[in-house]
């Protein structure tokens, strides 16, 4: 059974920097693409970021290229999203999401296995 658990939500202000965490389980790290999803009130599910299984190709919606960094570590099985010179715009419920079909999870944003999500707000 895959599960994701996500951690490293909280409140910060403009600028400042948060690092995510996702802990997946019931898959082999190897197998399964590992993306970040976000939404913010009021608006649609956005994917932001994604890893591919297979040579930990990175995949990054245009909006935080150049702010956000995503790493994978295969021996744990966890997923990180660097993210740094945070706007408010960047606020939002930041979703961990798997597939073993990671083409449709990194090119077409799609999954269908979600964790139950972590509040990041930046507000001064």
């Known amino acids: 059974q895959v599960q994701l658990v996500e951690s490293g939500g909280g409140l910060v202000l403009p600028g400042d920097s948060l690092r995510l965490s996702c802990a997946a389980s019931g898959f082999t790290s190897t197998h399964y693409g590992i993306a970040w999803f976000r939404q913010a009130p009021g608006k649609e599910r956005e994917g932001v970021s994604c890893?591919?299984?297979?040579?930990?190709?990175?995949f990054y919606a245009d909006s935080v290229k150049g702010r956000f960094t995503m790493s994978r570590d295969v021996a744990t099985n966890t997923a990180y999203l660097q993210m740094n010179s945070l706007k408010p715009e960047d606020t939002a419920v930041y979703y961990c999401a798997a597939d073993s079909r990671w083409a449709l999870l990194c090119l077409l944003w799609r999954s269908d296995y979600w964790g139950q999500g972590t509040q990041v707000t930046v507000s001064s």
């Open positions: 890893i591919s299984p297979e040579d930990g190709r990175t």
